[in-house]
């Protein structure tokens, strides 16, 4: 990961439990990844299955609903939470490091500023700014 343009980071305002929840919580990472797409996280356990739906909106271009099964591959409690996208044969990955009385969330790719900006907005208690 020497390439800075292959991340995705943020600093958050807040502690890493909390960054953790909304990262791994369904209700939560629903609302600010590709807001209006929901997750479905039954079972928060390495090996299990997680479902992402994404749905049509302004921004793709979809005519219908999108529904992609993930694997969780790593889960290291308040550092890293990855899955793996089945579909298209992709990690994703979030590692959540203490940074300057705060938390840095960092993601394996690049292209995710706007969906960690959102992420960033719900945790500091501001409007999502990328709907």
């Known amino acids: 990961m020497s390439d800075m343009e292959d991340i995705s980071s943020v600093w958050i ?10 990262i791994t919580e369904e209700k939560k ?27 049509p909106s302004v921004h793709n271009n979809l005519s219908e609903k999108l529904t992609m099964p993930l694997t969780i591959v790593v889960l290291r ?10 579909s298209q044969q992709t990690l994703l990955s979030f590692v959540i490091e203490k940074e300057d009385n705060g938390a ?11 969906s960690l900006a959102n992420l960033k907005a719900l945790i500091e208690g501001n409007e999502i700014p990328f709907i």
């Open 77 to 86: 409690t308040y550092k890293e939470f990855s899955l793996y996208l089945d």
């Open 104 to 114: 840095r969330v960092t993601m394996n790719s690049g292209g995710f500023d706007e």
């Open 13 to 22: 305002d807040g502690d890493i439990e909390t960054v953790w929840d909304a």
């Open 29 to 55: 990472i629903s609302r600010w990844y590709v807001p209006g797409s929901p997750w479905e996280i039954p079972n928060l356990k390495v090996g299990e299955k997680a479902t992402f739906t994404l749905m």
